[in-house]
């Protein structure tokens, strides 16, 4: 119960999840899983050299899928006393009336669902768990002071924050599946501001999420990471629309790749919605191009021993040197694919499991991003983009962006108000360089990359 | 039908609320409040022809906030259960402590609460949440199914969900003040994908917002909502890429409205306005749009997914006129800013659900129609582009930057529109972007339907609207050069 001192333990949510379990068989479900969550979070946002808010979350909620008739009904809720879960799995039994019966509708079973990853992951850190309400106001308030002290041209700091969760995570079927796993994460971020000319200001953001505090970046380099950002972009202007050489910045390269994360998706792909139908096996990008979702990578924010229904995760090479190798699947858009779910079933309590990915990243090549940067005459340096602007059924990508004008391998000004656009199947054949500058702030990362051309929208 | 669940005053009695507000303010806090709040979601997906989801899920419990100067303390819990209500408040209060010493506040619960008695906006008999049934659910999805799939052999595959909300709350602050309120939202949304030779297009349509169950007999149809996605999936097979630059650009109405949302609502919010964050702070008084704009903000639009009778503070929603012709006039405001810059609070203090605290929110958003017709903005222009249908959009409201997909657009050439674009964006300055207008349409439309605003991690519904608006010099982002 939120408000409690801790959250629950996956072994408290395994034991709700059986009776959910129990009780949809009573009301006359042939199979059923259940899956549940606790966590509880404590998040600290300052300005000005003072606390702004104060924030405690706890989450305790379980989902029950029934199977009837081969249809699929679904319910979901925080109230997990017997009455609360026999509620919920009445429901779910109820709904499926109204779905459709499909052969692929299921519950892997144990031999499915394979062996839990023996090794310890490291998800839960008791530092983070012990880092107290106090201390993360200390550290916010030096990540603020810190933003504005690095640079005189920071004129204000629009908020730092620090957060810190824990939680547990289980499911459970019918077919005796079941598993539980904890983890912790710990967050901060700083958003520093710059005055530049006609009252406008420019802003640099800097933060990063890990699972155990002792991954968590010194707090000086992300405020000065934040400030540098914000004055280098003092005085950024348009420049003239052109097909140039584009450098993508690690953080947009991570943006571009979760954006395209869709077309691997086995259930896209039986739509015939990905622009990737049809192309297994083919040569789809450069050859520097491997791209991996791994969802066992010790440490990492995305990783956990299994995915939403229980299934192992594993490594999983989705391009292999510009070779298309693979989709990625759920149980139950394997079965219609004729394939095993590659641990990809993702889910929370209040939803059905969904396709998705756990640590999704491009591997390093060998240049260095300053070597990367030589390489370009005259092009785009791109390290900041707008949020719209990615087709999923298409591939087409078309961002607002912000960055440096690039003249003989040299950042010369800053730019804004123009967009880049290309179609991700031509910028990941004509990804020429790939730097050696991969760095985990998420769960999705790539390194710097340069794209042979791209258009520039501008003046 | 289930049983309606017991109304939330039983489940929080005054004498429960009037204690919680109490703990909340036993470290010094000056101001607190106690939301409950009661939510059941339905939803229903057709995908492929088969009725893959049918889901229930109630959302249900109690937020307490307490305030004291600037800082804020906030915890909530899951249910009704009064111990953990009480430990959610002692949380809450500890914000007190964290707090350098300030002017000691009031003490002791309110004894009588001011319950507010603000009108509804618009009377909502038969709610669609309540009206229509799971099997009538599943009927509307069926009948979007077919007519998708019949419109064209080009459309090869279809997605419709049907989504309810009916949200009930309750709110009651150390002020006295005492409110309660209800929504009933739904919406269904058709997807269609068109396939031909190599190509392959999406396009979806929706319907829906604070609607009665007949709405979906008569005024919006699911063959007339599938009929949309399925002609605008089959429209972009034939389309071109856009021109990239920077040139006139005309913006439909209704939706087109997102733009001003972004562009000039978001730096209207008394968050950033008091924190200094906003370009817009200060500017009060100065012309930040082309003479001739009128921008408004209202929770009183009839029908719409933005509007409720009183916000998630308790406070009476209202119209507030942010922009008249051309002119800053005036803010948004939630309470806690409100109070700390000695405003009153517009209506605009709003919460995703009792996990969350209170922010500075828009609620229904749209520019004043205009003198101009919608065919002679378009037929003026000698090269630009007609946005018809907009995508998403977003800003970074410190340094104004913001964006807009465009989905389906029309090039404009010797003032006709010639040929069907995709894949447009838009981008720009938000310092600017009102100033850039050179003409407004006489057509508003208010899209009560669509619109889901993000802010730090909170989404709300609302609403967005304009009459047809010309823009000069927009950048628009596209391969062909």
Request: with cysteine; proline share 5%.
């Amino acid at each position: 119960v939120s408000g409690a001192a801790r959250h629950a333990s996956p072994a408290e949510l395994l034991a709700s999840c059986e009776r959910a379990l129990e009780r949809a068989h009573a009301h006359g479900a042939e199979q059923a899983d259940a899956c549940a969550e606790g966590s509880r979070a404590f998040t600290v946002r300052v300005h000005g050299g003072a606390v702004d808010t104060l924030k405690q979350s706890g989450t305790l909620g379980l989902g029950v899928r029934a199977i009837v008739g081969g249809a699929v009904g679904f319910a979901s809720g925080t109230d997990l006393s017997p009455a609360g879960l026999d509620d919920l799995a009445r429901r779910a039994v109820a709904l499926a009336r109204f779905a459709t019966p499909d052969e692929a509708n299921g519950v892997p079973d144990a031999a499915a669902a394979g062996t839990p990853a023996p090794a310890d992951l490291g998800l839960h850190d008791p530092a983070a768990v012990e880092l107290s309400p106090d201390r993360k106001i200390e550290m916010a308030l030096e990540l603020e002071r810190l933003a504005r002290a690095a640079d005189p041209r920071v004129t204000r700091v629009d908020g730092a924050s620090v957060s810190s969760a824990g939680g547990a995570f289980a499911t459970a079927n019918s077919r005796g599946v079941a598993r539980g796993w904890e983890g912790t994460s710990v967050s901060a971020w700083v958003v520093a501001l710059a005055a530049d000319r006609d009252g406008r200001q420019q802003t640099g953001v800097e933060g990063m999420s890990v699972r155990r505090l002792a991954d968590l970046a010194p707090l000086e380099r992300m405020a000065s990471q934040a400030a540098k950002r914000a004055v280098d972009r003092i005085g950024a202007r348009p420049v003239p629309s052109a097909r140039v050489p584009v450098v993508m910045h690690p953080d947009v390269a991570g943006a571009w790749i979760s954006e395209m994360a869709e077309a691997w998706s086995g259930e896209s792909v039986l739509k015939r919605s990905s622009w990737l139908t049809g192309k297994l096996g083919e040569t789809i990008a450069s050859p520097l191009v491997t791209l991996v979702d791994d969802g066992t990578l010790p440490r990492r924010v995305g990783s956990s021993p299994c995915d939403g229904e229980g299934v192992r995760t594993r490594r999983n090479v989705l391009v292999d040197r510009g070779r298309l190798a693979m989709f990625l699947y759920d149980h139950y858009h394997a079965r219609r694919a004729g394939t095993a779910s590659t641990g990809n079933g993702l889910r929370g309590w209040a939803s059905t499991p969904g396709i998705g990915t756990h640590n999704l990243y491009l591997e390093p090549g060998g240049e260095s991003p300053e070597a990367i940067l030589r390489r370009v005459d005259r092009g785009f340096y791109y390290d900041d983009q707008g949020s719209f602007g990615f087709n999923p059924v298409t591939g087409d990508y078309s961002f607002q962006a912000q960055g440096y004008w690039i003249e003989r391998g040299e950042r010369v000004h800053p730019v804004d108000g123009v967009t880049v656009a290309g179609n991700s199947l031509d910028m990941l054949r004509a990804i020429a360089a790939v730097g050696d500058d991969l760095a985990w702030k998420s769960s999705i990362a790539a390194p710097t990359l340069l794209i042979s051309e791209m258009t520039v929208s501008g003046s | 039908m289930d049983p309606a669940p017991p109304p939330l005053s039983s489940l929080l009695p005054r004498e429960l609320v009037a204690e919680l507000l109490d703990l909340a303010r036993s470290g010094g806090a000056t101001f607190a409040d106690v939301f409950g709040e009661h939510a059941v979601l339905t939803g229903f997906a057709l995908d492929e022809s088969r009725l893959k989801t049918a889901s229930h899920s109630v959302l249900q419990g109690v937020g307490v906030r307490a305030i004291r100067g600037e800082q804020t303390g906030y915890a909530y819990a899951d249910g009704f259960a009064p111990d953990a209500l009480r430990e959610a408040a002692r949380v809450a209060a500890r914000i007190a402590r964290e707090a350098p010493p300030a002017a000691t506040g009031a003490t002791g619960a309110p004894r009588a609460f001011r319950v507010a008695d603000a009108p509804a906006p618009f009377e909502l008999r038969d709610p669609a949440t309540l009206a229509l049934d799971e099997a009538a659910k599943v009927s509307l999805l069926r009948r979007a199914d077919d007519a998708a799939r019949s419109h064209d052999p080009r459309v090869r595959e279809v997605s419709a969900s049907f989504s309810t909300s009916a949200r009930e709350f309750l709110v009651a602050n150390s002020d006295g003040d005492w409110a309660e309120d209800r929504t009933h939202l739904s919406r269904l949304v058709v997807s269609a994908l068109a396939l031909e030779s190599e190509q392959r297009q999406e396009a979806f349509a929706t319907a829906g917002g604070c609607v009665e169950g007949a709405y979906y007999a008569s005024e919006r149809t699911p063959e007339a909502v599938a009929l949309e996605a399925a002609s605008g999936a089959v429209l972009l097979l034939g389309a071109r890429e856009p021109e990239a630059g920077s040139y006139p650009v005309v913006v439909c109405n209704g939706w087109g409205g997102v733009m001003v949302h972004e562009c000039f609502g978001h730096s209207m919010e008394g968050d950033t306005v008091r924190k200094q964050t906003s370009i817009r702070a200060g500017q009060l008084g100065q012309a930040v749009a082309a003479p001739g704009v009128t921008i408004v903000d209202s929770g009183l639009v009839p029908w719409s997914r933005g509007s409720f009778r009183v916000d998630d503070e308790g406070t009476p929603a209202q119209r507030t006129v942010l922009v008249r012709d051309g002119i800053l006039v005036g803010y948004l405001w939630d309470r806690l800013n409100a109070t700390l810059t000695g405003h009153r609070p517009t209506g605009n203090g709003r919460r995703a659900s009792y996990r969350d605290y209170p922010l500075c929110r828009m609620t229904n958003t749209w520019i004043e129609p205009g003198s101009h017709s919608p065919d002679a903005l378009i037929g003026e222009v000698k090269r630009g582009l007609y946005c018809k249908k907009l995508g998403g959009g977003s800003v970074n409201p410190a340094d104004g930057n913001f964006s807009f997909q465009v989905t389906e657009a029309w090039q404009i050439e010797d003032g006709r529109l010639t040929h069907p674009v995709r894949n447009a964006t838009l981008a720009g300055n938000g310092n600017d972007a009102m100033l850039r207008i050179d003409g407004v349409g006489s057509d508003l439309a208010i899209d009560g339907t669509t619109g889901s605003c993000g802010k730090d991690g909170q989404w709300k519904p609302v609403g967005v609207g304009q009459p047809t608006v010309r823009f000069t010099g927009i950048t628009v982002g596209g391969t062909a050069l």
